[in-house]
C-alpha cells in the first residue's frame, strides 16, 4: 500500500509518479502510458497527491544503474481526491 505523495511530473522528457517518497518511473510513449496496468476509472495522470494505491514496481538496470518502473497501480480508498466528490451511500 502506498500514497502519491508527488502527482505524474516530467524530467527531462521522462515520466515519474512518487509513491511514498520513491521516484517511480511511468512507461510512457507517443503521449500514453503504455506497459502498466491500471484499475479503476482514473489514469495516473489525473491522480491527485494523497491518494492511496496498491502498486506493483519492478527494478531494471540500465548503464549500471537501478530503476524503479511501475507495472501495476490501483486505487484503494473510495473516498480518496482521485475519485472526486463521492460519498458513501448511507441507509435511512
Given amino acids: 500500500m ?8 516530467d524530467v527531462h522528457g521522462r515520466k515519474y509518479i512518487e509513491l511514498d517518497g520513491l521516484q517511480v518511473k511511468v512507461p510512457f510513449r507517443y503521449n500514453r502510458v503504455t506497459g502498466v496496468d491500471v484499475c479503476g476509472h482514473v489514469p495516473i495522470q489525473d491522480m491527485p497527491a494523497g491518494t492511496q494505491v496498491k502498486a506493483a514496481v519492478r527494478t531494471v538496470k540500465w548503464d549500471a544503474l537501478e530503476y524503479y518502473v511501475l507495472k501495476i497501480i ?19
Avoid at 480508498?77 to 435511512?92: C, E, F, H, M, Q
Fill in 2 to 9: 502506498f500514497i502519491v505523495t508527488k502527482a505524474f511530473f
Fill in 74 to 92: 490501483c486505487p484503494t480508498d473510495p473516498l480518496s481526491p482521485a475519485t472526486g466528490n463521492v460519498s458513501r451511500a448511507t441507509k435511512i
